[in-house]
């Protein structure tokens, strides 16, 4: 089988839910770094045009959205799994709470107490990717209103843990990491993380657990590595046709597949196949020759393709 490699970055609080679920399953894989911000010209041709972070290549095939890398992790490596004690269902709609709202009030807090240290074109390649001014002193000024929503949040993760050691018991999986990936942001970038946190024993001390489980075991790979892999490889996607598809989309559609909030770079090719939690298009470009690129359903837009 081809090897994992996430194409990803350190401070990536999004890589680092996938980087613990690599721990959670105790596998191998290759680590590329990519920017920060734009341009990512060793991404592009993988993703066709999605430019968060991170992005996950297996061969000729690419996953997109952490909803979708971690759904092919637990397909490929059912053990042990990542939905001990839940369904995935639960799991993954408790991902919205924690990848929108516990995030969005994170992000707030953040860059609202180091935004005056952040790079000119940090500022405005957020600012593009959002379609909204990137707006420091905004962030600043709402930080108590943020102080506010994540002491609920805190108190919510207190019951959730509860008599630990983890969210659903003995075993650490993907409720702890939706949880875990925007506390492991605050604590890293936000100065004033250590009082925040400091009233939430059960929190406090499930962090330092999850920091324990560490990311499996990873070997750094140069981007052009990687990109000749996707060229030497085969996809692995096998067609299928989604019977209740609500638009009726069939293989062989030429589609555009974006996010719906940040980042909305209309990726396009043609539909290879689709459920309810995701849709896979193939798309070819001259570097890597023909990939399947994978993306969720919740929070993305697939359309038809204008071409
Ligand atoms: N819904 C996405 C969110 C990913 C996301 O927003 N990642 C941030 C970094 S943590 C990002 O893409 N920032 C811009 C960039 O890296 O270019 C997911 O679950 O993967």
């Known amino acids: 089988m081809s090897e994992i490699i996430l194409h990803h970055y350190p401070a990536s609080p999004f890589a680092q839910k996938v980087r613990s679920a690599l721990g959670i399953k105790g596998l191998s894989w290759r680590s590329v770094k990519i920017p920060m911000v734009m341009p990512k010209p060793d991404l592009m041709p993988l993703t066709g045009g999605y430019r968060k972070t991170p992005v996950m290549q297996i061969g000729a095939d690419i996953y997109c959205d952490t909803q979708c890398i971690l759904r092919e992790l637990e397909r490929r490596y059912p053990t042990p799994s990542l939905f001990t004690g839940t369904t995935e ?3 993954m709609a408790m991902s919205h709470w924690s ?3 516990l995030f969005s009030a994170v992000v707030v807090l953040n860059f609202g107490a180091i935004g005056e240290h952040l790079p000119e074109e940090f500022i405005k390649d957020r600012s593009e990717m959002g379609g909204a001014p990137f707006d420091v002193s905004r962030m600043k000024a709402a ?3 943020m102080l506010d929503q994540l002491r609920a949040f805190l108190d919510w993760t207190e019951s959730m843990i509860g008599d630990g050691p983890f969210i659903m018991g003995d075993a650490a999986g993907m409720a702890d990491l939706n949880a875990f990936h925007v506390l492991w942001f605050l604590r890293k970038q936000h100065p004033g993380a250590g009082p925040i946190l400091e009233p939430y024993a059960k929190t406090s ?3 330092e657990r999850m920091d324990t489980i560490g990311h499996g075991t990873m070997a750094p790979m140069d981007a052009a590595d990687a990109l000749d892999v996707a ?3 085969t996809s692995t996607t096998e067609a299928a046709e989604d019977p209740g598809d609500p638009s009726g989309r069939k293989p062989g559609d030429r589609l ?3 996010p719906d909030d940040t980042g909305r770079v209309p990726v396009t090719g043609e539909l290879v196949s689709s459920s309810a939690h995701h849709v ?3 798309r070819s470009e001259e570097r890597v020759g023909e990939v399947v690129v994978h ?3 919740a929070g993305f837009r697939v359309l038809p393709a204008r071409d």
Request: no cysteine.
């Open 89 to 91: 269902g639960q799991a």
């Open 99 to 101: 990848d929108k709202a």
């Open 143 to 145: 930080a108590p209103l």
């Open 205 to 207: 001390a499930w962090l």
């Open 231 to 233: 060229r030497d490889a």
């Open 256 to 258: 555009t597949v974006m």
């Open 280 to 282: 896979a298009i193939r």
């Open 295 to 297: 993306f969720p359903r």
